[in-house]
């Protein structure tokens, strides 16, 4: 049974960092792509970042220049640095891993709470 289990989260202020970490137990393979996703209170959930097992990265628009997402393989693990926090990042953070064969399988975090406080 694979589980992701995240920390990182919390309380900061506007223009504060915070680095997230979500490690994968369970699993005998390497997920295809490691993400973090996030929701914020009555928005749907979003696309933060995503990093694929070769190393490419995807982030949205929102968070470009401001996040880095970064894994580990060999450890199942992936960050997310989360540096020039603004209010609008306040949200559930969850971590994300697929492994594709000859379907698609997603797993998910349980999340991990972001206040940035103005």
């Known amino acids: 049974q694979v589980q992701l289990v995240e920390s990182g989260g919390g309380l900061v202020q506007a223009g504060g960092s915070l680095r997230l970490s979500c490690t994968a137990s369970g699993s005998t393979f390497s997920f295809n792509a490691m993400g973090w996703y996030r929701q914020a209170p009555g928005k749907q959930r979003e696309m933060v970042a995503i990093?694929?097992?070769?190393?490419?990265?995807n982030y949205a628009d929102s968070v470009k220049g401001r996040f880095t997402i970064s894994r580990e393989n060999a450890k199942n693990t992936v960050y997310l640095q989360m540096n020039s926090l603004k209010p609008e990042d306040t949200a559930v953070y969850y971590c994300n891993a697929v492994y594709s064969t000859w379907r698609e399988y997603n797993y998910w975090g349980q999340g991990t709470q972001v206040t940035v406080s103005s």
């Open positions: 990093c694929t097992s070769g190393g490419t990265t």
